[in-house]
């Protein structure tokens, strides 16, 4: 995974509560079976109407967001489905950093996995954030946001903090602890299935 | 201080444990469908990995499965496709997989019970939210992304952080069991909690009104555990846990000195505490019909469709959501739920396609006929659900009333195979999500009980199943 870098862009405002995955990638387009090319599909039915001519309304296709890599959303965003492929779609599409009040418990899981940073901030501070015009700078490492007025600090695991910063690979460093799983496996109680 | 029966089973699986940090949590049970797990199964490919415990692994395809004659070719080729990446995967990794052409083939969550897969006190992980529903058996169970898919593959284990404890009891006795089902309680919780209020948490459920339940009834609560935003969602095994799992195809061989173990310890002390309460008092509750684009967005089968407002309690968002909600599933505020005229019926999905809820709906039946412009359709959960209720002659009384009987699989719940919704078509689906398209782009979803998603399909528009005779 590629480590995560500083970011300096302006915010996509997408001013919702509840954005489930279903909505974040519809299902006709969870059949492909590899990782990439999944963000020409993102919020695919709000993009698109049913001819997939693009629905002005919605906020993605404002060219103005063209090159926006941060998301400011409403409530438990990424609800619903496990699905990983909305976290490729966003990714795909170009987004690095969603901010939130909340986000559902996987999809925030999912997101470390793949590069971006969910944040959660308070909704009073995420309103002013959605009517930002200039560019945020989001500075992972010192776990700080800057616009042109202001600089507002956010909250980070760090465990999760070093995996974005270090771009680290899960597995590799799990199976470090191969003996412990071992050790584990000996004194399990629950038989093999099969 | 004693500790929740959440607690025990998590202490009973840490692998690592270090302060302020994840720990690692091993799992005993993984299950695997077609549609998140290719990415991972190329994962392990590219990095020249192998399945650590591929005898703690089970697969089976239920997501895009078509649900009409097996005999015939997958017509759509991208599901076709996943289906034999599946297959590839499970032979070169050597897992066990249950196929399209399997007696034991089903939604991963009916068939893991069913084959008593599925254990009291274990850890179970799929990538698919719905695991949740593994958790009627004392079980936690969680779903995952595809990520945390290689990752079980490759070392058994995850890293987690711990979740938060939420009890909720569902204290009472419903008055009329077979008009108000667990879709019911479950609804109503949701709708008292919000579907971010169990987020960041493992639900444990109990009182009466839960031990009450039986297991099925049980899976349908878990498995909406995270429609209500939990991770998990519990129940402390009895014995109607252990009767259910008793002599099926995989139950342990040492299975009565497992329950003797289990009997000991899979339950909440007395002193343990939770980080969060609710209490549901279900003496009272009508059957719920899902008005919204959430699950949340539920009321009474006797009130009418809410207006933005009164939804919103003054909540600016909420408002707005319900406006786009009722936009969308275009209802009108004041219209009485009974009003709500329908076009499709689903009695399906991981959430109502067991033998339990077939036989339910069939009871409201009674020798009637769909209504004219209602197309209906009955997909059992498994094979095996499905050849149960032929045996018992259940697939007569819903064919002889025009309703569809067909094969197994996930089918409308999510619409990944051909059972979609047009757009603007007005569903009754005894399923999990109402959520924007998600039975099919502009197809409209309200969520109910099989009991009354069947009497839908009768009458064309939903009804007080309180009044029926349903013995």
């Known amino acids: 995974m590629e480590k995560f870098k500083k970011i300096k862009t302006i915010v996509t405002p997408l001013d919702q509560v509840n954005v489930d995955t279903d909505q974040i990638i519809p299902k006709q387009f969870l059949k492909l079976v590899q990782k990439s090319g999944f963000g020409k599909y993102l919020f695919f039915n709000w993009r698109y109407d049913e001819n997939e001519n693009q629905k002005q309304d919605f906020i993605l296709n404002n060219k103005k967001y063209k090159n926006s890599k941060i998301l400011v959303t409403g409530d438990n965003f990424g609800c619903g489905s496990s699905r990983e492929h909305a976290v490729w779609a966003l990714q ?22 793949n590069g971006i940073l969910p944040i959660n901030l308070d909704e009073k501070i995420i309103d002013k954030l959605k009517n930002e015009s200039g560019e945020l700078e989001i500075d992972l490492e010192n776990q700080m946001i800057k616009t042109d007025s202001e600089q507002i600090s956010f909250d980070i695991d760090t465990h999760k903090k070093k995996i974005l910063l270090e771009g680290l690979d899960d597995i590799s460093q799990t199976l470090q602890f191969e003996d412990k799983i071992s050790e584990f496996e000996k004194q399990s109680i629950i038989p093999s299935v099969l | 201080m004693g500790k929740t029966l959440f607690e025990k089973i998590w202490d009973a699986h840490v692998v690592v444990e ?17 549609v998140t797990s290719p990415q991972a199964f190329d994962g392990l490919r590219m990095n020249n990995r192998h399945v650590r415990r591929p005898d703690l692994t089970i697969a089976t395809m239920d997501h895009n499965v078509p649900t009409n004659d097996r005999s015939l070719p997958i017509l759509d080729q991208t599901s076709a496709i996943q289906i034999q990446t599946l297959e590839k995967n499970c032979k070169d990794f050597g897992i066990k997989l249950f196929d399209i052409n399997s007696p034991n083939q089903g939604i991963v969550h009916v068939i893991g019970p069913q084959l008593g897969i599925t254990l009291p006190g274990s850890t179970i992980v799929c990538g698919d939210s719905h695991t949740s529903t593994h958790g009627a058996f004392g079980a936690l169970a969680f779903g995952i992304g595809t990520s945390d898919v290689e990752h079980v593959l490759a070392s058994q284990t995850i890293w987690l952080e711990k979740p938060k404890s939420f009890q909720i009891r569902v204290e009472g006795k419903r008055k009329n069991p077979q008009a108000v089902t667990a879709k019911d309680i479950v609804l109503s919780i949701i709708k008292k909690i919000g579907t971010s209020g169990g987020t960041g948490t493992v639900v444990e459920y109990s009182g009466e009104g839960i031990t009450d339940l039986s297991m099925e009834q049980r899976m349908t609560v878990c498995n909406m555990s995270i429609e209500a935003g939990a991770r998990a969602g519990l129940i402390s095994p009895d014995d109607k846990t252990f009767d259910y799992l008793r002599n099926r195809q995989y139950t342990p061989k040492n299975y009565e000195s497992l329950v003797q173990n289990w009997k000991e310890n899979l339950k909440t002390d007395p002193d343990a505490e939770f980080d969060k309460t609710f209490t549901l008092h279900i003496d009272g509750i009508a059957p719920q019909v899902s008005w919204g684009t959430n699950p949340g967005m539920t009321c009474d089968i006797s009130e009418v469709v809410p207006t933005p407002e009164d939804y919103s309690k003054g909540d600016h968002n909420q408002k707005k959501a319900a406006e786009k909600a009722l936009e969308y599933m275009d209802l009108k505020p004041g219209t009485p739920i009974t009003e709500i005229k329908i076009d499709r019926v689903f009695i399906g999905s991981c959430t109502n396609a067991r033998l339990e809820d077939l036989i339910e709906a069939s009871k409201a039946i009674k020798g009637r006929k769909v209504a004219k412009n209602v197309r209906a359709m009955v997909v059992p959960g498994s094979q095996m659900v499905k050849k149960q209720a032929e045996e018992m002659g259940i697939d007569k009384i819903f064919t002889d009333a025009n309703f569809e009987w067909r094969e197994a699989g996930c089918s409308m719940c999510l619409g990944m195979n051909p059972d979609i919704l047009s757009p603007g078509e007005r569903c009754a689906s005894t399923s999990n999500r109402n959520f924007e398209g998600r039975q099919g782009t502009g197809g409209r979803t309200h969520l109910v009980s099989p009991v009354m998603a069947a009497t839908a399909a009768l009458e064309g528009h939903f009804v007080d199943v309180r009044k029926l005779d349903l013995n």
Not at chain 1, 94 to 109: E, H
Not at chain 2, 18 to 34: A, F, G, M, Q, T
């Open chain 2, 18 to 34: 270090k302060e302020n940090n994840p720990s690692l949590i091993y799992i005993d049970r993984h299950l695997v469908h077609e």
């Open chain 1, 92 to 113: 795909d599409y170009g987004f690095s950093v969603i901010i939130a009040p909340s986000f559902a418990d996987i999809f925030y899981s999912n997101c470390f996995k």
